[in-house]
């Protein structure tokens, strides 16, 4: 039930926000989505365990090349395809926002496991790569926006966000499990943290709710196309990394699947930091969120049969 919670509760999410919008846009204009994305990093940081971690001098290249390509080269490919594709603005938004953003937080960790890929390594990297994508962020956002001209960003204003919606919650969740000695938690907590996020998309497309009927089939498809391009195109890039770098099997696939996702939730943080109207960009960071997921669920199936 844990494995479909998530995408069953992000469907039922888009149903209520077109049919029933008028609770989402009175908690929009109660701040109830920071409040979500607070709980969201919060939880996570209590779930979040390091015991037992080994660090090595052989993690840093693994680490630097991950970031390289999930933190740098994701968001000037959303550019390029993004420009390519003559995307409206608001969406052109949605792409650099979700190509910008760091790793997920759980999926990458779990879709590891399930492909028998090295879910130590992949903890590492996606603890690290989020920490580093709240300082990386605010910068390549700020050049990829100010490239394709849609909007501004007060650089400054955003990594305070970040700060405080996203670092200062984690690091509270995870002291909070330090403190309590805790070597497990509940993976009923996962429920709570998925409650969130799906709550926080409610939200967020009620209140562009319009823009989403504005928005016709011809860029849906030109939206589908580009997040689908853009996550094989970084699984084909971290997989010939991983052969450059001579990893093994295992830890191939933590570095494939890590540095190849991102973050529904930090992207829903960033677009409650802009201070204008994103209209329907909320959509394309849920259809890069699904198509990912997708992917590569099918791929840890296909290299958990085949034993590679």
Request: positive net charge; glycine residues 6%; hydrophobic residues 55%.
């Amino acid at each position: 039930m844990r494995k479909y919670f998530l995408p069953a509760g992000l469907i039922l999410a888009a149903f209520f926000a077109l049919t029933l919008p008028n609770p989402g846009i009175f908690l929009a204009e109660h701040s109830s989505i920071k409040l979500t994305i607070i709980i969201i990093f919060l939880v996570s940081g209590y779930q979040t365990g390091t015991a037992g971690i080994p660090l090595n001098r052989g993690l840093l290249h693994i680490f630097l090349t991950a970031a390289t390509v999930s933190l740098f080269l994701a968001p000037l490919l959303g550019l390029a395809i993004g420009s390519l594709l003559a995307l409206p603005p608001s969406l052109l938004i949605g792409l650099l926002i979700i190509c910008a953003v760091p790793p997920t937080l759980s999926s990458g960790i779990v879709i590891t496991g399930v492909s028998g890929g090295n879910t130590v390594l992949a903890l590492i990297l996606t603890i690290s790569l989020n920490l580093a994508g709240i300082l990386t962020l605010p910068i390549i956002l700020h050049l990829c926006l100010k490239a394709s001209g849609p909007v501004t960003l007060d650089q400054w204003a955003l990594f305070t966000k970040m700060l405080l919606l996203v670092l200062l919650p984690f690091i509270v969740g995870k002291t909070v499990r330090t403190m309590l000695k805790k070597q497990r938690v509940s993976p009923r907590w996962s429920y709570v943290n998925s409650s969130c996020v799906i709550l926080a998309v409610y939200i967020s497309l009620a209140v562009s709710r319009q823009e989403f009927f504005r928005t016709d089939a011809g860029q849906y498809l030109a939206v589908l196309f580009s997040v689908s391009l853009i996550h094989f195109l970084l699984l084909g890039v971290n997989s010939q990394a991983a052969n450059l770098l001579k990893l093994n099997a295992e830890d191939s696939k933590a570095l494939l699947f890590v540095a190849s996702q991102k973050t529904l939730p930090v992207s829903l943080a960033v677009l409650a930091g802009l201070h204008q109207d994103t209209g329907n960009a909320v959509i394309v960071c849920l259809l890069f969120h699904f198509v990912q997921l997708l992917i590569d669920s099918v791929l840890a199936s296909r290299f958990r049969q085949q034993g590679q």
